[in-house]
C-alpha cells in the first residue's frame, strides 16, 4: 500500500500533471518563482494576461526542445544551452509582440526581454524537462505557465480593481472585438496607489497570506485526521490484543 | 554637459527610480537571501561587482558590435550569455584570488546570472539612449548608472534583513509568517520610496 | 579532446538553431513591427491633426534648435492644416521630448510630452500647464508658473521658445501681403460649414485697425484666398504658398477696386469658372449681411418673418471659453431687446456650457444686460458664461450704438 502511493507521487496522471501548477504546485503562491513580472505587469488583467500568454509560449517550447535534445548535452554546458534555448524563444516571442500587439509590447516593456531569467523557466528546464520525455514535459510547462498565469491574472484583477474600480479589456490585446471597461461601481474605493508599486506587493504579500492560510487550515486537517486514523488503528490494535488475551485467557481455561 | 550628470544618475537609479523597490527587478534574491544581514550584504556586494561589469560590457557589445551589424534584435540572447559568462569568469577568479571572498560570495555567483537586476539594468541603459551623450560619456553614464543601481540594491538589501531580522521574531499569525509579510513590508518601503520622487 | 569537441559542436549546432531561428522571425515581422513603430510615432500627430493625410506629411529636419523637425499637415484635400514642431530637450534629468501642434492661425493645438525619463511622477503634474497652452498664440504665448516639475518644464518651455522664433515666416501673411502691402496681422473670424469657400479672416494693419477682409477657398485641390477691404471692395485673388493659379487669377483683375456688390462676372476656362464660384458665393454673403465692427462681433444680418417684414437683427460673435473659442447667434428685435441665443460653435465641456447657455434666458427682452446680473446665473461656469457674456454685450452695445445713426 505504502509502495503504490509513493510511485503514484512519482508518476502522476497527465491530468494531474497539467492542474498541479494551478495551486498545489503554483509557481508564485508556492515556489515564489517569477516575482518580479509578477509585481511589475500586474497592474491591470489585460497586461497579466499577455505576460500570462508569452510564459506559456516560451515555458512550453523550451520545456518540448530541451526535453528532445537533453540526451545530446554535455553536463558541463547544460545550464548554458538552456539559457541559449529559452533566450531565442523569448526573442521570437518578443518580436511576434511587437509585430502583432504592440501596445501590449509598450506595456510590458523591459519585462519581455526578462521572461529570460524567469527562475519558473530556466527551473523547470533544469528540473523536469531535462529528466523526462517531450509530451510530458510538455503538459508539465502548459500546467505551470497557467498557473503562473492564473496566479498573475488574480494579482491583475485585485489591483485593477482597487485602483480603478472597472476592469478593461480590448486596450493592450488584439482581440477580434470592440474593447470596452467593465465597470463595477465602486467610485467610491478607487485606491490608485494599488496600480503602483506599493500595491503590487501589498497585494501579492496578501493573496499569499490568503493562500498559506487555506493550506494551513488543510494541513491541520489532515494532521488532525491523521491523528483519528492513528488513534483508532491504536484501539484496534489494543481491542485486538485484548480479545486475543481474552481468547488465550479463554482457552487456557 | 557637466559632472552633475553622473551624481543625479546615482541618485535617481538608487533612490528614484529603485531597482528592486520601483522597479521590481531583482525581487527574487531579495525575497531568498535577505533573512540575515551579512548574507545580504555580500550578495549585495557579488551583484554590483557583476553589474557594473555587465553594463560595461554590454553597452560596447551593443554598440560596437551589434548596431555596426545591424543585428539589434539578438540584444537579449547576446547579453544573457556575456552576463553568464561573466558570472562564471568572475567565480573562477575569485575562487583563484581568495579562497575566503569564494566561501562566503561563492554560493551568490551563480544565483546572479538570474538575477533580473542585471540583465533589466543592462537593457534599460540601452532603452535609455545614453549614446545621445556620445560614446564616451554614454559609456560613464551607463555604468554609473548602474552603480547607482547596485547602490539601490544594496541599500534595500541591508535595510530590509534588518526589518526582517525583527520580523522573525514578531508575534503574527501564522498564515502571514514569513514571505507574505516580507512582501506587505516591501510595499509600505515602496510607499516610503515613492516620496522621495522628487528629489532630483 | 574528444570529449571537447563534442562539447563544442553541440554548442555550435544549439547555437545556429537558434541564430536561425531567430534570423527567420526577424524577417518574418521587421516589416511589421517598422510599420508599427511608424504607426506610434505618427499617432502622436494624428491625435493633433484628426483631419491629416499621413501620406502628405512633409519632414522638414531643422539644425541648430531645440526643434528637430517641421512636420506641414496637408489634409486629403491639400488644405494646410497646421505645423507640428517636434522639439528635444536635455536636463540634468534626462531627455524630454516634446511634440508642439500649431494650426495655420499660428495658435496652439496641443503640447505632449512624447518620452522622458524625468521622474513620472513630476512629469504627470505637468499636463495641467500644458493644458493651459492651447490655443495660445504661439507668437505671444504666455506661460503658467510652475511648482514641483521645474526642471521638466523649463524643457517644454526652451522647446516652445524655439519653436516661436521657428513660426515667425508666415505663408499666409506673405500672401495678404501681395495684396495689401500693409497688412500686418490676422485674425481669424468664422469658419463656415459652407462647401464653397471655407474660413474668413480678418486682416489689420500695424495699428491694429481693420483693412480687409479674406475669404479661404480650395480650387483644384489648391488654397487661394478672395480680399477685399474694409469697404467690401475688391482687391484681388491669391493663392496660399503657391502662385499656381496666378494665371486663372489674371481673368479678374479687370474687377479690382469696384465694390464687390456691384460685379458681374464674365470669365471662361474651366479653372476660372470654379474661381468665379467662389466669387459669387463671397458676393452673396456680402451682400445679405454686413461686417461688424466690434472686437467679439463678426457680422450681422437682417432677419425677416414669413411675410418678409423686417422683425429684427442678428449678430454673430465670437470669444474665446474655456476651450477654445465659442460662436453665437444673437437675435436683438426692433425695440433693440435681446431674444434669443443660439449657439453655432462651441468646444466647452457641455454640462457648463450648457449651464451659462441658460443663465441668460432670464435676459431675454432686456435691452442690456449689467454683468453684475449674469455673473450670478453663471457662476461654476465662469470660462463659457464670461465668453457668451462678451458676445451678448457687444451685441447689443452695436446694435444700439447703430440704431443711434
Not at chain 2, 110 to 128: D, H, M, R
Amino acid at each position: 500500500m505504502a509502495k503504490q502511493v509513493k510511485k503514484s507521487k512519482q508518476e502522476l496522471s497527465k491530468l494531474q500533471n497539467l492542474t498541479k501548477g494551478f495551486l498545489k504546485e503554483n509557481p508564485i503562491f508556492v515556489f515564489l518563482l517569477g516575482m518580479c513580472p509578477a509585481l511589475a505587469v500586474t497592474s491591470t488583467l489585460e497586461t497579466s494576461f499577455g505576460m500570462g500568454v508569452l510564459v506559456i509560449f516560451v515555458l512550453v517550447l523550451s520545456n518540448v526542445v530541451v526535453a528532445l535534445i537533453k540526451d545530446f548535452i554535455p553536463k558541463e554546458v547544460k545550464i548554458p544551452s538552456y539559457i541559449v534555448i529559452i533566450s531565442t524563444f523569448v526573442t521570437i516571442v518578443g518580436m511576434l509582440t511587437e509585430a502583432y500587439a504592440p501596445l501590449l509590447h509598450e506595456s510590458l516593456g523591459i519585462f519581455i526581454p526578462l521572461i529570460v531569467v524567469n527562475c519558473l523557466i530556466l527551473g523547470r528546464a533544469e528540473s523536469y524537462a531535462s529528466k523526462n520525455n517531450v509530451l510530458n514535459s510538455a503538459i508539465d510547462g502548459l500546467g505551470m505557465a497557467l498557473g503562473f498565469m492564473f496566479a498573475l491574472m488574480a494579482i491583475g484583477f485585485v489591483r485593477e480593481f482597487m485602483a480603478t474600480g472597472a476592469i478593461a479589456y480590448g486596450v493592450f490585446l488584439p482581440l477580434p472585438f470592440e474593447g470596452s471597461i467593465v465597470n463595477l461601481e465602486t467610485y467610491l474605493f478607487n485606491i490608485a496607489v494599488f496600480s503602483g508599486p506599493a500595491g503590487g506587493f501589498i497585494v501579492i504579500g496578501t493573496l499569499l497570506a490568503i493562500y498559506n492560510g487555506f493550506e494551513i487550515r488543510k494541513q491541520k486537517k489532515a494532521e488532525l485526521e491523521r491523528q483519528k486514523l492513528i488513534e483508532e488503528k491504536k484501539r484496534i490494535a489494543l481491542e485486538k490484543k485484548r480479545q486475543r488475551e481474552l481468547e488465550s485467557a479463554g482457552g487456557k481455561a | 554637459m557637466s559632472w552633475t550628470i553622473f551624481f543625479t544618475a546615482i541618485i535617481s537609479s538608487m533612490l528614484i527610480n529603485n531597482v528592486v523597490l520601483l522597479r521590481f527587478l531583482g525581487v527574487c534574491p531579495f525575497l531568498g537571501v535577505s533573512k540575515k544581514t551579512e548574507s545580504g550584504l555580500a550578495m549585495s556586494i557579488a551583484v554590483m561587482f557583476v553589474m557594473v561589469m555587465a553594463a560595461l560590457v554590454t553597452y560596447l557589445l551593443y554598440y560596437l558590435v551589434l548596431v555596426p551589424l545591424n543585428i539589434e534584435y539578438i540584444q537579449t540572447i547576446a547579453f544573457i550569455l556575456i552576463i553568464a559568462s561573466f558570472v562564471q569568469l568572475v567565480e573562477m577568479f575569485i575562487k583563484r584570488f581568495s579562497k575566503k571572498i569564494y566561501k562566503s560570495l561563492g554560493i551568490y555567483l551563480p544565483l546572479i546570472t538570474t538575477n533580473c537586476a542585471i540583465l533589466g539594468v543592462a537593457v534599460a541603459n540601452i532603452s535609455e539612449n545614453f549614446i545621445d551623450y556620445g560614446t564616451l560619456p554614454g559609456l560613464a553614464l551607463a555604468v554609473t548608472t548602474a552603480f547607482g543601481a547596485a547602490l539601490g540594491f544594496g541599500l534595500i538589501m541591508f535595510s530590509f534583513s534588518t526589518i526582517r531580522e525583527r520580523l522573525e521574531s514578531a508575534n503574527l499569525p501564522e498564515s502571514w509568517k514569513g514571505v507574505p509579510v516580507a512582501l506587505v513590508t516591501a510595499g509600505i518601503m515602496a510607499l516610503a520610496f515613492l516620496g522621495l520622487a522628487g528629489i532630483v | 579532446m574528444l570529449d571537447k569537441l563534442k562539447i563544442a559542436l553541440v554548442l555550435l549546432v544549439i547555437g545556429s538553431m537558434s541564430g536561425l531561428l531567430i534570423w527567420g522571425t526577424n524577417e518574418l515581422t521587421a516589416d511589421r513591427i517598422e510599420e508599427n513603430r511608424e504607426r506610434a510615432r505618427l499617432a502622436v500627430y494624428v491625435e493633433m491633426f484628426p483631419d491629416v493625410d499621413v501620406n502628405k506629411m512633409v519632414f522638414d529636419s531643422v539644425e541648430g534648435s531645440n526643434i528637430v523637425e517641421i512636420i506641414t499637415m496637408l489634409d486629403s484635400d491639400n488644405n494646410l492644416l497646421g505645423y507640428a514642431l517636434r522639439g528635444s530637450h536635455n536636463n540634468p534629468f534626462g531627455v524630454v521630448n516634446v511634440v508642439i501642434g500649431v494650426d495655420r492661425n499660428n495658435s496652439i493645438i496641443d503640447v505632449k510630452i512624447t518620452e522622458t525619463d524625468n521622474t513620472p511622477t513630476y512629469v504627470s503634474l505637468l499636463p495641467n500647464f500644458l493644458r493651459n497652452l492651447r490655443s495660445q498664440d504661439i507668437r505671444d504665448v504666455s506661460y503658467d508658473t510652475s511648482t514641483g516639475a521645474t526642471s521638466t518644464y523649463n524643457s517644454v518651455r526652451s522647446i516652445i521658445e524655439d519653436a516661436k522664433l521657428l513660426v515667425a515666416g508666415d505663408t499666409i501673411l506673405e500672401a495678404y501681403q501681395e495684396v495689401i502691402s500693409a497688412a500686418a496681422s490676422y485674425q481669424l473670424l468664422f469658419e463656415f460649414s459652407d462647401e464653397t469657400f471655407a474660413i474668413e479672416y480678418l486682416i489689420k494693419d500695424d495699428a491694429g485697425q481693420r483693412i480687409g477682409y479674406a475669404y479661404h477657398a480650395t480650387v483644384d485641390g489648391k488654397e487661394l484666398a478672395l480680399i477685399v477691404d474694409q469697404d467690401d471692395t475688391f482687391l484681388g485673388f491669391v493663392g496660399i504658398g503657391h502662385s499656381d493659379l496666378d494665371s486663372a487669377f489674371t481673368a479678374f483683375e479687370d474687377y479690382q477696386d469696384t465694390a464687390i456688390k456691384d460685379i458681374t462676372l464674365d470669365v471662361s476656362g474651366s479653372l476660372e469658372d470654379q474661381i468665379a464660384t467662389v466669387f459669387e458665393a463671397v458676393q452673396t454673403l456680402l451682400t445679405t449681411t454686413m461686417h461688424a465692427t466690434y472686437d467679439n462681433l463678426v457680422r450681422f444680418f437682417e432677419v425677416f418673418d414669413d411675410s418678409d417684414e423686417l422683425i429684427g437683427y442678428a449678430y454673430i460673435g465670437r470669444a474665446e471659453g474655456y476651450n477654445g473659442d465659442n460662436v453665437m447667434k444673437v437675435t436683438i428685435n426692433l425695440d433693440g431687446e435681446f431674444v434669443k441665443l443660439e449657439e453655432l460653435s462651441t468646444n466647452d465641456t457641455p454640462n457648463f456650457f450648457d449651464l451659462a447657455f441658460s443663465a441668460f434666458e432670464p435676459f431675454y427682452g432686456q435691452t442690456s444686460i449689467s454683468q453684475d446680473d449674469a455673473i450670478d446665473g453663471y457662476a461654476g461656469a465662469s470660462a463659457s458664461g464670461a465668453s457668451l457674456y462678451l458676445i451678448i454685450s457687444s451685441a447689443l452695445s452695436y446694435h444700439a450704438e447703430r440704431m443711434a445713426e
